[in-house]
């Protein structure tokens, strides 16, 4: 249990110990200062410990938003703070010196926990400080402050700003105004009957199956089936979030699960809509294969230019200048966010074309609205690059070497080669196009040759730090050219299970890339050396590929994309597994735009 220390004599009738008592806190008083520290070492290592001053006023939720959010060692809100584990060796160091200033006397205990506070800003140990909004919290210095506190502590709904604030910040429109208004409440209902956001996560994945599952039936009851299960997923995706919001209960497996889940479960829902066009006749695995890699490539567009960005110094732009003014037009920012095709406009369409169209309509209605948004955002982001005039860290250059998921063959041509082809840009378009030209060419190993070029192409490409302008362009560009390969290949052998096996190697390979970006933003670097050399990086798979197309029959070659397609999706998913269960994982929340 989580020990809280308040520091001073309560104040008659204060709920204070009530409210620490209800947030899980064990709580004890410290008369003074010298007691503050034998309590504070008395505390087991393995447990969190806040201290909390005793004329504290405010609300229960800004207690719960400041002393119980696992995502930081360190947090506090005025009167209060909390230390994880991990950084109780810098709140005891702070405690020591605070209270050491007044002799043990009951100077030094008061407004010990702001004091503390302060002195841990000044050591830059990274003190979260909530955003409390209306909320209270405050420490009165008489009875008179403290009298105003309790009056605005009534004046506000405390369990209405809870509930607005467990919705996200930055939503798309279709999930603001559909979704929100009522899944909100559903998070609180899940809160008070004791469930967790991992098993509405779970729930979550489950009815999306089920919407395959009734896609891949092929009839019109069953599209319609999906389509109205597919839209009660995302009420569900939505308030998993939400209850992990409202009751601070974030984890590292919730960020695990909820990195994931979202791809796992529109991709299968693709592969249903295959599965039930297929059932009538009509073959759209090529479809489905280039939905799931547009959608993947966006993402990796986004990913590639925030890690790229987020730390650069003098990172600003006329672009984004104009944005943040178009930010201030309320109905622009909502069109800027439906046009991009967010997950819930996506989720939304998909829907209700399934329920009401044929899956190759649903596919090509998708392809064209991800094309639009991933043209808009791309060239958006193309044109802020080049008039920004930031400098970009080494942690960036290193994230985007990261993502590019080059492997051991990439790296020996890299340090074989003494003539450095170029920039990293421009040398990976060239590799990119040399590519292209080879799988349309016609000729049996032409595609081998052009992988065979590629493959140097992307050594080439990061014999440098990738700190242009544009190099953030090359971690997408490789997706592109990875899984276009794979799609083009299963496309021209021509035989029933190409696609569908091509559609599993992609899968597998694509959710190594999305758990590779999810531990750069838990700063936790990349998946380990050992398993990007076992799965042979982006380019040794790409000349795999078309080295097997070129020595097998069309069957074989359908074989052997399963059998990669298995041991791909086994070695990286048991990576995953072991490191997103394991106790130095990272708890990565996306508070960010809507995927």
């Known amino acids: 249990m989580s020990t809280a220390i308040v520091t001073g004599q309560p104040v008659p009738g204060s709920s204070l110990e009530n409210d620490l008592r209800s947030l899980g806190f064990d709580v004890r008083v410290a008369a003074d200062a010298a007691e503050t520290g034998t309590l504070l070492a008395a505390v087991p290592a393995g447990t969190r410990v806040a201290l909390v001053d005793a004329r504290f006023v405010g609300h229960p939720h800004a207690l719960r938003l400041g002393l119980t959010d696992p995502r930081f060692p360190l947090a506090a809100v005025p009167g209060a703070v909390t230390a994880q584990p991990e950084a109780r060796q810098a709140l005891s160091r702070a405690v020591t010196r605070e209270a050491s200033t007044g002799g043990g006397t009951a100077v030094a205990l008061d407004s010990l926990a702001d004091r503390v506070v302060t002195a841990l800003d000044a050591d830059d140990a990274g003190v979260h400080h909530p955003e409390l909004g209306s909320l209270v919290a405050a420490v009165p210095a008489d009875p008179q402050a403290r009298n105003e506190a309790r009056q605005a502590v009534a004046a506000v709904d405390d369990e209405a700003v809870r509930l607005k604030s467990a919705v996200k910040s930055r939503d798309g429109f279709f999930t603001t105004f559909f979704i929100s208004p009522y899944s909100r409440y559903i998070a609180r209902w899940c809160a008070r009957r004791g469930l967790t956001p991992n098993q509405v996560t779970t729930a979550s994945l489950l009815t999306a199956l089920i919407a395959a599952g009734c896609a891949a039936t092929g009839t019109r009851a069953g599209f319609v089936a999906a389509g109205v299960l597919l839209i009660a997923s995302f009420v569900l995706d939505c308030t998993d979030g939400q209850l992990a919001r409202y009751a601070l209960k974030y984890s590292t497996l919730g960020a695990w699960l909820d990195a994931t889940f979202d791809r796992a479960k529109e991709y299968a829902y693709y592969a249903g809509l295959a599965l039930g066009a297929a059932r009538g006749g009509d073959d759209v695995w090529a479809l489905a294969l280039g939905a799931m890699i547009l959608q993947t490539c966006r993402h990796v567009v986004d990913f590639s230019f925030n890690e790229a960005n987020h730390d650069a110094a003098a990172n600003t732009s006329p672009t984004a200048a104009l944005s943040d003014k178009l930010d201030s037009v309320g109905w622009t920012v909502w069109v800027r966010r439906m046009i991009v095709l967010p997950i819930g406009e996506r989720w939304a369409m998909i829907a209700v074309l399934t329920a009401f169209t044929t899956p190759r309509i649903t596919f090509y209605v998708l392809l064209a609205g991800c094309a639009f948004a991933a043209t808009y955002t791309t060239a958006g982001r193309v044109l802020r690059s080049v008039t920004r005039k930031a400098r970009r860290t080494d942690r960036a250059a290193q994230a985007l070497a990261d993502l590019a998921d080059n492997g051991p063959l990439a790296g020996f041509v890299a340090r074989a ?179």
């Open 417 to 595: 080669t003494r003539v450095r082809l170029g920039a990293p840009l421009p040398v990976a378009l060239a590799g990119t196009a040399v590519l292209a030209v080879s799988l349309f060419s016609g000729v049996t190993w032409a595609p081998v040759a052009g992988a065979a070029v590629y493959a140097v192409t992307a050594g080439q490409a990061l014999h440098r730090p990738l700190k242009g302008a544009l190099d953030w362009l090359v971690p997408p560009l490789f997706r592109f050219a990875e899984y276009g390969t794979v799609l083009v290949l299963a496309a021209h052998a021509d035989v029933n299970g190409a696609l569908p096996a091509a559609f599993g190697l992609v899968a597998a390979v694509a959710y190594h890339h999305y758990d590779t970006v999810y531990r750069i933003r838990g700063n936790a670097g990349a998946p380990p050396a050992w398993l990007v050399r076992a799965i042979g990086g982006q380019e040794g798979r790409t000349l795999l590929v078309t080295v097997l197309a070129a020595l097998l029959t069309a069957s074989q070659f359908k074989a052997a994309l399963t059998v990669l397609a298995v041991a791909v999706a086994v070695l990286v998913l048991v990576e995953s597994i072991r490191f997103w269960v394991s106790a130095g994982a990272p708890a990565v929340h996306d508070e960010g735009e809507p995927a």
